[in-house]
């Protein structure tokens, strides 16, 4: 995602960086014809993870959790599997085997949500499944 303006984030898939927070700063960096980035940072594996979750997870249509392994490396344990199904029992999420999304209740509680597929780490886990 690219974000423009004053303080706006944006990340590549593997950097995520900033503007200036500066109204002053921005302005003259677009002046002078530079971008106006504050900072970035390279997401490690369990960051570049917790994104695509947090992000996908507030898409509408939710994300594709099959891909996401793919891209990371993982293995989802049978147990994460099973929190899957007591967020559908209560109503938080829609599970079709390859895509997972928010369900109306579920997005106005989503952090909390989100927390709960991969805390403790699925990392951690994932890595432990054969």
Same mark, same amino acid.
């Given at each position: 995602?690219?974000?423009?303006?004053?303080?706006?984030?944006?990340?590549?898939?593997?950097?995520?960086?900033?503007?200036?927070?500066?109204?002053?700063?921005?302005?003259?960096?677009?002046?002078?014809?530079?971008?106006?980035?504050?900072?970035?940072?390279?997401?490690?594996?369990?960051? #570049?993870?917790? +994104?695509?979750?947090?992000? /996908? !997870?507030?898409?509408?249509? *939710?994300?594709?959790?099959? $891909?996401? =392994?793919?891209?990371?490396?993982?293995?989802?344990?049978?147990?994460?599997?099973? #929190?899957?199904? +007591?967020?559908?029992?209560? /109503? !938080?999420?829609?599970?079709? *085997?390859?895509?997972?999304? $928010?369900? =109306?209740?579920?997005?106005?509680?989503?952090?909390?949500?989100?927390?709960?597929?991969?805390?403790?780490?699925?990392?951690?886990?994932?890595?432990?499944?054969?």
């Amino acid at each position: 995602y690219r974000g423009f303006g004053v303080g706006a984030h944006s990340f590549d898939c593997a950097t995520r960086f900033w503007n200036t927070a500066s109204l002053e700063d921005y302005s003259a960096a677009v002046r002078s014809n530079r971008l106006p980035v504050a900072d970035s940072e390279t997401l490690t594996r369990s960051m #570049r993870l917790d +994104e695509r979750f947090m992000l /996908g !997870l507030r898409r509408t249509e *939710g994300f594709n959790i099959h $891909l996401v =392994a793919e891209e990371l490396g993982i293995r989802y344990p049978s147990e994460w599997f099973g #929190r899957i199904e +007591e967020l559908q029992d209560a /109503g !938080l999420v829609s599970f079709d *085997g390859t895509h997972l999304k $928010l369900t =109306a209740a579920g997005r106005l509680v989503a952090t909390g949500v989100t927390e709960d597929l991969l805390w403790p780490t699925l990392l951690s886990t994932s890595e432990a499944t054969p």
